[in-house]
């Protein structure tokens, strides 16, 4: 199984950036996806999740109408749109797939990617 994640950078504050996790070794149509970040000092934190199908998105307070969570399973990809980046959104984001996934709940993930690095600068 394997999870990448991809289009992290840098950028300013107010900009905008989107991220890929593409998915191998999985059924990924069953899977719910989420995404969470790390930052710097911090416990990783919950940022938004997708049902199977799409149906349904969960986002975190912090993100919710600047971030969008997309997934094609016909090409086993989920991606985030993140607009009016902030420097707090400064982290490692990462990609996350569990059969039984419950939203925000991390432990209830069963595999991760790598990891990509978002810096903001203000």
């Known amino acids: 199984v394997q999870l990448q994640a991809s289009g992290g950078g840098l950028v300013q504050a107010g900009d905008s950036l989107r991220l890929s996790c593409a998915a191998s070794g999985i059924a990924f149509s069953t899977y719910v996806m989420g995404w969470f970040r790390q930052a710097p000092g911090k416990e990783r934190e919950f940022v938004a999740a997708?049902?199977?199908?799409?149906?349904?998105?969960y986002y975190a307070d912090s993100v919710k109408g600047r971030f969008t969570i997309s997934r094609n399973n016909a090409k086993n990809t989920m991606d985030l749109q993140m607009n009016s980046l902030k420097s707090e959104d400064t982290a490692v984001y990462y990609c996350a797939a569990g059969r039984t996934a419950g939203g925000p709940k991390s432990g209830s993930y069963d595999y991760w990617g790598q990891g990509t690095q978002v810096t903001v600068s203000s």
């Open positions: 997708i049902s199977w199908s799409g149906g349904w998105s």
